[in-house]
């Protein structure tokens, strides 16, 4: 057994130890048996961040009673379970299947039977990794890691489990998704999981999908309260521009107003008041400067390639 304690700052400890089960057993003896002038405990997996009162305990004092632990202890927390419901579907279940040796079933079979314990927390806020489960659920890392992660995914990587609380890059072995929350601000404590607690996966594939909950019109996105481009035209708009718009919603294109000025409008798509004859000479300019009431849903009418006449 090898204790390398080093000074971090004045008042911080940094403890090395051999493995990640010493450095629970020494996580579990400190909480067991408190050394007066300790103030916070900091867990990896093969450190142990200790913070104290130089007033209280010296960094020297303390490094000699962190040398006579004994590392054998094991933390059990069992007043503080957490069970996470996990639908096993997960992009790499299969995979990881295929890397044991076994069907996807057993995968689910053998991340469910048994605890986990939170060795220690880190990466980003409220991951934790979990040690225990089943000793053959050792799989590695994906050899390319994925861009993005959604949050609440369950993964695997060597001997840990955990759950990631965002959206974030990876390379963890996907297996299921859980809606449980791993971070949340609205909670006394954000993270869910704290080192020491345990942890049991429970296989919810087969209930029901929750029904999403109804989203008010007041709420509802821009896009979902446009009218829709087959929506017939305004029974107001003349027959030749009427013509026009349902063009444009047979063809399915982007519903918008007609943007042309009255005057343009007309000229375009219908005839001039009080004359029988199409213009003979395009508009000033291509480019509509005002919407017109007469046309509800329509594309702008631009110059056929005939001349002396126009088309919508």
Known sequence: MTVRCLSVNLNAVLVELDDLPQTLALLASLRAEPIAG??????????????????????????????????????????????????????????????????????????????????????????????????????????????????????????????????????????????????????ETPALLQPGDTVRFVDVSAAPLPEPEPVPASDAPPHSRLPSPAAAPSKSAHPACRRCCRTVAVRGRRARACPSPARWTSARCRRPTGSSAMPRTPPASKSPTAASSSCAVARPCWPSPAPKAWSC
């Not at 867990?43 to 590392?71: G, I």
Request: charged residues 20%; without cysteine.
């Open 38 to 187: 300790i103030e916070e405990l900091v867990p990896a997996a093969r450190t142990l961040l200790v913070t104290f009162r130089p007033a209280v305990l010296s960094a020297a004092e303390l490094a000699r009673q962190l040398r006579l632990r004994n590392l054998d202890a094991r933390e059990q927390r069992v007043d503080k379970r957490i069970e996470i419901p996990v639908r096993y579907a997960g992009e790499d279940l299969a995979e990881v299947a295929g890397l044991l040796g076994v069907a996807p079933d057993e995968v689910v079979r053998r991340h469910t039977g048994s605890d986990y314990t939170v060795a220690f927390t880190g990466f980003a806020p409220g991951f934790a990794y979990l040690s225990g489960g089943h000793p053959s659920l050792n799989v590695p890392r994906r050899q390319v890691p994925r861009t993005r992660i959604p949050a609440g995914a369950v993964g695997l990587a060597g001997s840990f489990s955990g759950v990631y609380p965002q959206a974030s890059p990876g390379g963890w072995q996907i297996i299921g998704v859980t809606d449980t929350p791993m971070w949340d601000l609205s909670r």
